[in-house]
């Protein structure tokens, strides 16, 4: 790990294969049938991060901030609404979302350094999943004016909250992640020895007891999730001084690998193959990616997302901009199969699965993954039926 960290800290950010990346030129349609070409990195792409914590001068997101909001009980009305956000906190100062947007879309440490950011506050206290919902309503109901691409969301969510996220992605193209979305198809990882194998905490967490057996004792295994690098990413953390004012320290973040901090990650690569084609969905993203997956020497199933991300710039170079929506959007579901496969990992084993991030560093994550599994297991039987 501390080889790792001497690597990743190296001049300040990120590794040099994702700068260059980054340096690569991608060509789009705009909304007007004009064609402008643009560095891989995120330019153009809205992202909206559902969390607990912003800091709206915080230098990493410098003149890409297009909304701040938060969400508020309204007495007279008798119902959660979305207001601009005035600067108040609930309890104490919890910077989860600055964590959470840097690793996505930060101008030195995301995956997307130069995607716009809107950021929706929202606290622990009250009735969590009812200020989820009205968040993503209100996002229903004013797309026309803020043309989101991708919602970021790390924790979990009732079918009441899907079901309006559904809507959101059907009618206006624009597709939520949230943890429920990141476990079926993905797991955090981590590099080794020039591979991606499942995160330390979640080796960790395979050694409990009940958390991955079936009533039978069987273990239970997810081989059709893709380990995904995510773990030891360096980022901004937002603190208090003594004096109480705000700070930012870069940190090495070794043990961030939960879901809290994966999911933006994801969302990052995402926002990167949606500069390139803004049609294409979040289905297609996974195809693609199950097609470039390797088996590692655990035989766990694992990508390289940047590798992801190079082959369809690749293409993208191949086919004529006028094209590429169709190209992308519209392909065949090739997911490969794992002979003896295992039984997919089950609803309750995802559930303690985001519970038992507990060792990872901050309380804020922490608290995101312990409303993650409360969320589901609160509604765990209109999930079963929305299934």
């Known amino acids: 790990m501390e080889e790792e960290a ?67 009980w309204n007495e007279n009305k008798g119902e959660y609404e979305v207001l601009d956000y005035t600067g108040e906190r609930a309890g104490h100062d919890n910077f989860h979302g600055n964590t959470a947007a840097d ?85 955090p990882g981590r590099e080794i020895n020039g591979e991606t194998v499942e995160a330390g905490f979640v080796e960790s967490a395979r050694k409990v007891p009940g958390v991955y057996e079936d009533d039978n004792g069987k273990l239970l295994t997810n081989q059709n999730a893709m380990a995904i690098p995510v773990e030891g990413r360096t980022s901004i953390q937002v603190l208090k001084d003594e004096d109480g004012n705000t700070i930012e320290s870069r940190k090495f973040n070794g043990a ?54 190079e082959k369809m710039w690749e293409k993208q170079r191949e086919v004529p901009v006028q094209e590429q929506g169709q190209e992308l959007s519209h392909e065949p579901n090739n997911t490969p199969s794992r002979e003896n496969m295992t039984q997919r990992l089950g609803r309750e084993t995802i559930n303690e699965l985001n519970d038992t991030a507990l060792i990872i560093d901050t309380e804020q994550a922490i608290e995101a993954d312990r409303r993650t599994l409360e969320s589901i297991k609160d509604n765990d039987q209109s999930i079963q039926e929305r299934r």
């Open 6 to 72: 001497k690597r990743l800290l190296d001049n300040g950010e990120l590794s040099k294969t994702l700068e260059e990346l980054h340096s690569k030129e991608t060509v789009t349609t705009t909304e007007d049938g004009n064609t402008q070409t643009s560095k891989l990195d995120g330019s153009g792409v809205n992202i909206a991060f559902i969390d607990q914590g912003f800091d709206r001068d915080m230098s990493e997101f410098e003149g890409r901030i297009i909304h701040h909001m938060t969400c508020k």
């Open 103 to 187: 690793l996505a879309a930060g101008e030195k440490c995301g995956v997307a350094p130069k995607a716009n950011v809107y950021f929706f506050e929202i606290d622990s206290d009250g009735d969590y999943d009812k200020r989820v919902q009205a968040i993503l309503k209100y996002i229903e109901d004013n797309m026309g004016e803020l043309k989101l691409d991708i919602i970021s969301h790390s924790a979990g969510a009732s079918k009441d909250a899907l079901d309006i996220a559904d809507r959101i992605r059907e009618i206006n193209g624009c597709e939520y992640i949230n943890s429920q979305i990141f476990w079926k198809d993905f797991l």
């Open 256 to 309: 961030i690998c939960g879901a809290s901090f994966a999911i933006p990650q994801l969302v990052g690569y995402f926002a990167l193959a949606r500069q390139m084609n803004p049609t294409m969905s979040l289905k297609t993203f996974i195809n693609k990616a199950r097609e470039h997956a390797k088996v590692n020497s655990n035989g766990q199933l694992s990508i390289n997302p940047i590798e992801v991300i």
